[in-house]
């Protein structure tokens, strides 16, 4: 069955009316299960799981170790181009926006390469605006062989591609895939999304499992909290990890859950997801997914990312930038979000150590 259609069985209309009807008794039942089933993460997703927060927390903590150990992997995002023809209203490099255009030359590629090297950190995650007629198929792949001798980890977050294009960027060095369906509501993913190739829902949907078919070692997917209603946008996010565990057991799947900063775009009626909720999130998604690695992002403020080391998240972004070449920049370049952490590689190495954690520099040749 397509991920689509099991999309299709459960319907918004249907996951707020079971949200709701979830009584003190189901969460508690859920809580005491070794295996988690779709009807227990949806009973952890519910307003009335807000009264056990304490005992999902313990329990995500007891999973992450069991399953990841007292690590925390860290990579490092390079922004190589802010061309995009999309216009999505959250987002700093919408077509629309009247800010300076970048892409870097294979030697600032490469000189941003070195400095980002310099810092430790050998997992780095490329990413672009979505315009091909910029960074085309010959670009990013120099781009990559530059990149591969540097690091032993790359990452790839830009325009959904086709399977054959993700096997030929795997053989130049990528290893994994990062794309968000930002919004799992058909109805809002419309609203928000205006022009350009991403309007189109169902092609991006399907990225993710042209990048598993593409034999790449681990696929990220995700919403962005705050453009739909955040428990549902949750569930649905869980549901597709789950959907492609099953289907490709051979891929590590993991999710991002970045909320929306409220300065974002002309976003209009967000969804607030305040910090309780958030946290009940992360620990619902650790429960029933105990084998996908979970990202915090530098949207979220210092202490709540502190905080999540020990409650669920495996991977995080350390010294990060979000401007096209930012490490070697002279000036200041646009942003595609704005960051709320701005703390240092040292700084996010100390604060790991501190909370009795190890960060790891090198995931796959240290994990492996």
């Given amino acids: 069955m397509p991920f689509c259609d099991l999309l299709e069985k459960y319907p918004k209309e249907f996951i707020s009316g079971y949200l709701n009807s ?10 005491s299960k070794a295996d988690h089933e779709i009807n227990d993460f949806l009973n952890l997703l519910s307003p009335k799981a807000a009264g056990f927060l304490e005992q999902m927390a313990s329990k995500s903590r007891e999973i992450t170790v069991q399953y990841f150990g007292r690590v925390i992997i860290l990579y490092i995002p390079l922004y190589i181009s802010n061309y995009c ?36 950190i050998k997992h780095i995650l490329l990413l672009t605006g979505e315009d091909r007629s910029k ?26 591609m086709e399977t054959e294009e993700y096997a030929r960027l795997k053989e ?8 968000y369906q930002e919004v799992y509501d ?55 990890a789950y959907y492609l565990q099953k289907h490709y057991p051979d891929v590590e799947i993991s999710l991002s859950v970045p909320r929306i900063n409220e ?17 009940r999130i992360i620990t619902a998604l650790r429960i029933f997914l105990k084998r996908t690695g979970i990202t915090i992002s530098t949207r979220e403020r210092p202490v709540m990312r502190d905080n999540l080391v020990s409650l669920g998240i495996t991977r995080m972004s350390a010294g990060s930038q979000t401007g096209v070449g930012s490490y070697t920049a002279q000036e200041k370049q646009p942003e595609q979000f704005s960051i709320r952490d701005e703390r240092s590689v040292e700084e996010i190495t100390r604060m790991i150590v501190s909370k009795g954690y190890e960060p790891v520099f090198k995931d796959w040749e240290m994990l492996r």
Wanted: hydrophobic residues 35%.
């Fill in 22 to 31: 979830v009584t003190e008794e189901q969460v508690k039942a859920s809580l």
């Fill in 85 to 120: 023809n999309n216009s999505c209203i959250y987002c700093g490099f919408r077509s629309e926006n009247k800010i300076p255009r970048n892409i870097l030359s294979l030697k600032e590629v490469e000189e941003n390469a070195m400095e980002i090297a310099r810092k430790g």
């Fill in 135 to 160: 960074t085309s198929s010959e670009y990013l792949l120099e781009v990559v062989r530059i990149v591969k001798k540097y690091f032993s980890f790359i990452g790839v977050e830009m325009f959904p």
């Fill in 172 to 179: 130049a060095g990528v290893d994994g895939l990062t794309v």
């Fill in 186 to 240: 058909r109805e809002i993913y419309k609203k928000v999304h205006l022009s350009g190739k991403k309007k189109d829902y169902l092609y991006r949907l399907d990225t993710p499992e042209r990048g598993a078919n593409a034999k790449l070692q681990s696929v990220n997917i995700g919403p962005l909290l705050g453009l739909g209603e955040p428990l549902s946008e949750t569930f649905y996010a869980g549901l597709h």
């Fill in 263 to 279: 300065a974002e775009g002309a976003c209009g009626e967000l969804f607030k997801v305040d910090d309780r909720t958030f946290v």
